[in-house]
C-alpha cells in the first residue's frame, strides 16, 4: 500500500497560472518520508492536474504566448505516469535492499541486490525502479549485483518535473559510482545512457536495451498526439524547447549521433506491436551500432517487455554465456533473432522459423527473423 500520508495531487487553476506565472516548478509533495520502493503518488494523461494544465495553455495560446510555453512546458517536463505505475508493489524479489546517492542535492532512491558483478537497470520516462523487479531477480540468481535508481521526477525520489539533460546528469551520477559491467535500459533509458557517456561516464563492456527510442522529436510527435494538442499547440512546444535549450536540440538528443561510436557490446531486443515506440527505432538504433544484435518479439508491446518470462531469459543468457548463445536462446524461445556476426562482415538472419512453441508459451510471439532496415 501507498503511505498513509498519499494523496492525490489537487492543483487549482489559480495555482497553475500563478506558478506559470512566476516561473516555478515546485515538488509535488515531499517525499523525505517515503520509503525506497514506495512511488510518489504521481498524476496520469487525463488527470485534473494534467487537463487543468492544458486548458491553461490553451487559454494562453493567442493571448500570451509566454506563458502558454511555460504551461506546455509544464505538461512536456512532468513524467505522467502510466496508470499501472500507481498500483502497490507485489512480489518484490528476496535480498533487495534500499540503495540510495545523492546527486546534485537530491537524493536519488532505489534497490540494490546480490552479489558479482554490477548491473545498472535504467528505466525510461515516467519509469521506475521496480519495473525492474522481475528481472532484477532473475539476475541476482545468476550470480549478479544489480543496482536499480529512481531518477528525478520518478518513483520514490523527489521532484515534480525534469528534463533529459537532468536525467542523463542523474544517471552519469549512478554510472561513475557504480561502474557497472553492464546496463540495461528501457526506453528513454537508452537515450539517458548515451548522455551518461557523453558526462563523462564509463562506457560498460554490454548495453542491453529494450524498446530503445531514438528521437527526441519523435517522442515530443507522439506525446502531444496522445495529449491532443493539435498543431498550433505541438508547433509552440516545439519552439519553447528550442527556445530554452537552443535551436539544435533536437539534433543533440538525437540517437543517431552517438550510437556509431558506441564500443559497447550491444543487444537490442524490440516488440513489433510497440504503440509508444515503433520497432523501426530499434531497428535502427541494432543497424547503426557497431557490435549489436536485434531480437523482434510480437505482442509484448512497450511495457510488458519488461517482466516477460522469456524476454528475460535471453537478457540472463546474454550477460550470463555470451551473446551468440543469447540470440540462439531467442530462436529456441520463438522470438525472431538476427544471428551474430561471424566473418567481420555483414550480419546475416535467419529465415523463417517453424518451430513448435514452448508448452507454457503462446504460439502468437512466434516471429520470423526480420532483415535489418
Known amino acids: 500500500m501507498y503511505p498513509t500520508d498519499a494523496h492525490p495531487v489537487a492543483i487549482t487553476l489559480d495555482d497553475v497560472m500563478a506558478d506559470l506565472a512566476a516561473g516555478r516548478s515546485a515538488p509535488l509533495r515531499a517525499s523525505d518520508h517515503v520509503p525506497s520502493l514506495r512511488p510518489q503518488r504521481r498524476p496520469t494523461i487525463g488527470s485534473p492536474a494534467f487537463l487543468r494544465t492544458l486548458a491553461a495553455a490553451h487559454a494562453f495560446g493567442r ?73 532484477a531477480g532473475d539476475l541476482i540468481a545468476a550470480g549478479w549485483r544489480v543496482v536499480a535508481p529512481d531518477l528525478p521526477a520518478h518513483g520514490a525520489t523527489d521532484g515534480a518535473t525534469t528534463d533529459i539533460f537532468a536525467l542523463g546528469r542523474a544517471a552519469a551520477s549512478v554510472l561513475r559510482r557504480e561502474q557497472p559491467d553492464v546496463v540495461v535500459t528501457h526506453s528513454l533509458g537508452f537515450p539517458l545512457t548515451l548522455r551518461a557517456l557523453e558526462e563523462g561516464a564509463q562506457v560498460p563492456a554490454t548495453v542491453v536495451a529494450l524498446a530503445p527510442g531514438r528521437r527526441a522529436s519523435d517522442a515530443l510527435d507522439e506525446f502531444a498526439s496522445r495529449a491532443r494538442l493539435g498543431d498550433r499547440l505541438t508547433g509552440a512546444l516545439r519552439r519553447a524547447n528550442q527556445e530554452r535549450y537552443g535551436a539544435d536540440v533536437f539534433e543533440v538528443l538525437d540517437v543517431d549521433r552517438v550510437v556509431p561510436q558506441l564500443t559497447a557490446r550491444g543487444l537490442v531486443i524490440h516488440d513489433s506491436k510497440d504503440a509508444d515506440v515503433p520497432l523501426e527505432h530499434g531497428r535502427h538504433i541494432a543497424a547503426d551500432w557497431p557490435d549489436a544484435e536485434l531480437i523482434i518479439t510480437t505482442g509484448l508491446g512497450h511495457r510488458r517487455i519488461l517482466r516477460d518470462d522469456h524476454v528475460r531469459g535471453v537478457v540472463v543468457a546474454a550477460l550470463t554465456d555470451d551473446l ?32 513448435e ?17
Open 63 to 135: 493571448v500570451h504566448p509566454r506563458l502558454a510555453h511555460r504551461a506546455l512546458l509544464r505538461l512536456w517536463l512532468t513524467p505522467w505516469v502510466h496508470p499501472s505505475t500507481q498500483r502497490p508493489l507485489n512480489g518484490l524479489p528476496a535480498g533487495l535492499r534500499p540503495w540510495t546517492t545523492t546527486h546534485d542535492g537530491t537524493i536519488l532512491r532505489g534497490y540494490e541486490g546480490g552479489h558479482g558483478p554490477t548491473v545498472v537497470l535504467l528505466h525510461g520516462w515516467a519509469g521506475r525502479a521496480a519495473d525492474w523487479r522481475y528481472l
Open 324 to 355: 551468440a548463445r543469447a540470440v540462439q536462446a531467442g530462436a529456441s524461445r520463438n522470438l525472431g533473432a538476427h544471428q551474430p556476426r561471424t566473418d567481420g562482415g555483414e550480419r546475416g538472419t535467419e529465415g523463417e522459423r517453424h518451430r
Open 357 to 373: 512453441p514452448l508448452a507454457h508459451q503462446e504460439p502468437r510471439r512466434e516471429l520470423s527473423g526480420a532483415p535489418r532496415a
